[in-house]
Each structure stands twice: as C-alpha cells, then as structure tokens.
C-alpha cells in the first residue's frame, strides 16, 4: 500500500478481512439450503395450524412449536449434510445449532425494537420502520448463523 492511500485502496482489504472467514462456495451452499429450509419451515407451520384449527384452539401456537422443532431439525440436516459436511455428532451438533439459532432469535428480540427507534427517529419511516428493521436483522442474522454454525455448531478440530 502506497503512503498515499485513499478510502479506495483501504476499503478491499478491509473487506477482504471481514469476509475471510467465510467461503464463498459455502456459503452459497448455506443460503440454497436456507431457502429450502425457508419454504419447508412456513409450510409445516401452515400445515399444521390448518391441520389442528379444528381440533384445538390457537393452533398456530401449537403449530409454531412443533414445527419449529422440525424445522430446526431438518435445518441442522441439509446444513451437516450439504454445507459443513461434517460426520458423527449428531446429538452434539444438533443442540449447538438449537444454540445458535436460540440466541439468534433472541439478539433478533432485543434488537428489533431498537432498530425500529432509530429508524423512526432518524428518517421518515413511520408504518415501514419494522418491516426495514426485520430485513435488516435478517441479513445480519443470515451471517450471523453462518458463522455460528460453522465456527461452532459444526466446527471440527483439525
């Protein structure tokens, strides 16, 4: 780097830094198989709140929990299998990806309404503030998981 480097030339490397940690192969794989995991995990919600509407009331409860346990499941699945490639374990990184996506899911809570303040005091985003925070926090939360999962829900000593 020349002495007489600007925002550009700094800018790649910092960049690159930020981003070393993550194999762009991999995580491409991670986000093909977030997709499906996206499709399957609203579509066994929907199925079944539909399915226990008539036997039980609030069945969307009842339908978030169970599939929410097989979502994760199968999430853990598609990522061990086709994105981290890892054997054996399976108990041990089935419970440290339930770790990863349980504190996800709560930094997402506590952040949320945070980001929705800041946005409504700092633009003019009044009905739109939530759906922008929640998109924000997904993105973050997608790099997040990736992380998490690879550094360790399937993090393998080599």
Same mark, same amino acid.
């Given at each position: 780097?020349?002495?007489? *480097? !600007?925002?550009?030339?700094?800018?790649?490397?910092?960049? #690159?830094?930020?981003?070393?940690? =993550?194999?762009?192969?991999?995580?491409?794989?991670?986000?093909?198989?977030?997709? $499906?995991?996206?499709?399957?995990? @609203? &579509?066994?919600? *929907?199925?079944?709140?539909?399915?226990?509407?008539?036997? %039980?009331?609030?069945? /969307?409860? *009842?339908?978030?929990?169970? #599939?929410?346990?097989?979502? =994760?499941?199968?999430? @853990?699945? &598609?990522?061990? $299998?086709?994105?981290?490639?890892?054997?054996?374990? @399976?108990?041990?990184? $089935? *419970?440290?990806?339930?770790?990863?996506? !349980?504190?996800? %899911?709560?930094? &997402?809570? %506590?952040?949320?309404?945070? %980001?929705?303040?800041?946005?409504?005091?700092?633009?003019?985003?009044?009905?739109?503030?939530? /759906?922008?925070? +929640?998109?924000?926090?997904?993105?973050?939360?997608?790099?997040?998981?990736?992380? +998490?999962?690879?550094?360790? #829900?399937?993090?393998?000593?080599?």
């Amino acid at each position: 780097m020349s002495l007489n *480097a !600007g925002p550009a030339e700094v800018a790649p490397s910092r960049l #690159s830094a930020l981003t070393a940690h =993550i194999p762009p192969q991999q995580f491409s794989r991670y986000l093909l198989v977030g997709a $499906w995991n996206t499709l399957f995990g @609203y &579509g066994t919600f *929907a199925l079944l709140t539909a399915l226990l509407a008539p036997v %039980i009331p609030y069945s /969307y409860v *009842a339908a978030s929990l169970i #599939s929410g346990v097989l979502n =994760i499941t199968v999430a @853990y699945l &598609g990522y061990k $299998w086709f994105v981290f490639k890892t054997k054996g374990n @399976y108990l041990r990184e $089935w *419970a440290r990806c339930v770790a990863v996506y !349980g504190s996800a %899911i709560l930094l &997402g809570m %506590i952040l949320l309404p945070m %980001i929705v303040l800041v946005l409504h005091r700092s633009t003019r985003m009044t009905t739109s503030a939530p /759906y922008v925070a +929640g998109a924000i926090l997904m993105a973050c939360s997608t790099v997040y998981s990736f992380l +998490g999962h690879k550094k360790f #829900s399937f993090h393998t000593q080599t």
